[in-house]
């Protein structure tokens, strides 16, 4: 499938099937008027007859004959006006493409992108289009031995009226493009079953990865040397398993200029069963996306080095399975973090903060600028937020002020939650200098706040993805590539501002 932007005359594109928006009020985008002109009118006596209401959602696909010259002809009825709202905006879009599931059409040509959507330009509306589309179209068919039908489209073009847009919504079509190659590629490392997505998996991906763009090399670190470095922490998350933990570093190089890194520390776990603080049945399922955090790291550096963004990135993923057996760690034990703090592991199943807290101190290392970590961390961020916007915590105003303008950019939103001292008592152990967990009151707070231990020596932000990165209720269970999108404009954005 490919995206491309149409700037000639569109009235001329016979071969393509288009996409018209129409309000309530019959009012058309540039295009749709031009190209109403170049079907007679049809469209407007339609209006006129009542034979199409406009309404946000409603379609209509013409059929085809001799007096209409193009493949197809859909109609979008964008609602009041042409003016829409971020989120309508995405639907229409996405409706618009299953509008056509019926048809064989191949090349689509989009006016839709013409309208105005608050608060932003055309360049966005483009890179929005091509991400939302990409999503719209993904489909993970691996295991199904009877793969479903998928769309005819070969291409889908976005139209562009004013020429003198046209460099920056180039820019913003292959940024779009990139983002959501990221987005897919960590769909589709995340949507593996945990059978197959292990530590070893992930680290022959991060190689596969490091192949493919020669701006990125990769060193795995294993469990003898995890020992040698005494990172106490991680290798009691992994003890119960039969699996091999991989402390995956990834470095990405697109500036020659010596720059301290960005660093992205993402979670690993290929299943989390709870260890023997073991889930119930019901919320183990969906555990094999414990593992997002480093899926998204590696969806990030693709994204970045298809985008030849002149930085300096680090990536290290934190991979390890939580299993209980003979060998597993046990309520109780007290245990040494790479930093020298001694945690007591109160519940096996915090496993994700103990991985992260070795990996934030090997971190310290590579000098960072910045750190930021993703991880599926606690369920308490989806009772906090839900399924739409991602749990912030930072040490930083200001890194936390970029992530959020990011995220808003990107439609990928984030919200910002405190990391205040208060919380930190929670954390108290009689016995070791902190238990890994906090109790149930703000469990994602202080989750963040157990991190922030180890993250003394840096500006750092940690993002709590576990209602976003994923859905995993019943049968509708998928990865979303969140929070690539932030990310990914956020580097930008970085690139924007050196
Ligand atoms: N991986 C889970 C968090 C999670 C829960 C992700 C639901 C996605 C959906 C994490 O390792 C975990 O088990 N957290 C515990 C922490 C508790 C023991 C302090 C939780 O949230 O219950
Ligand atoms: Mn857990
Ligand atoms: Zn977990």
Known sequence: MKFTLQSVDLKKQHKFSLIIAVSEKGEFTASGKELDKALNGQITQLIKKG???????????????????????????????????????????????????????????????????????????IKQAVETCADALYCFDTFKSEKPTSPTFKQISFSVTDKKLLAACEKALSQGV??????????????LPSNICTPTYIAQ??????????????KIIEEREMEKLGMGAFLSVTKGSAENAKLICLEYKGTSKKQAPIALVGKGITFDTGGLSLKPADAMVGMKYDMCGAATVLGTLKAAATLKLPLHLVGLLATAENMPSGTASKPEDIVTSLSGQTIEIMNTDAEGRLVLCDTLTYCERYKPEVVIDIATLT????????????????NNDGLANDLLTAGKQSY?????????????DQLKSPFADMSNVGGRPGGTITAACFLSRFAKKFQWAHLDVAGTAAMMGGNDRYATGRPVPLLTQYLINKCEKK
């Open 51 to 125: 034979d199409f209401s406009g309404k946000s959602g409603h379609s209509l696909l013409l059929p085809q004959n001799s007096t209409q010259p193009y493949e197809h002809v859909l109609l979008m009825g964008c609602g009041k006006n042409i003016t829409v709202n971020e989120r309508d905006y995405k639907r229409l879009l996405t409706a618009s493409l299953k509008s056509f599931s019926q048809t064989k059409a191949t090349n689509l040509l989009c006016t839709l992108s013409e309208l105005t959507v608050a608060e932003h330009n055309l360049p966005w509306n």
């Open 178 to 191: 990139a983002i959501s190659e990221g987005v897919s590629y960590t769909k589709n490392i995340a949507n």
């Open 205 to 218: 991906q991060a190689k596969l990865l490091a192949k493919e763009f020669p701006a990125i090399s990769v």
């Open 379 to 394: 369920g308490a961020v989806v009772i906090a937020l839900g399924h739409h916007a991602t749990g912030l915590l930072s």
């Open 412 to 424: 990928d939103r984030a919200w910002q939650l405190p990391l205040w001292d208060e919380y930190q």
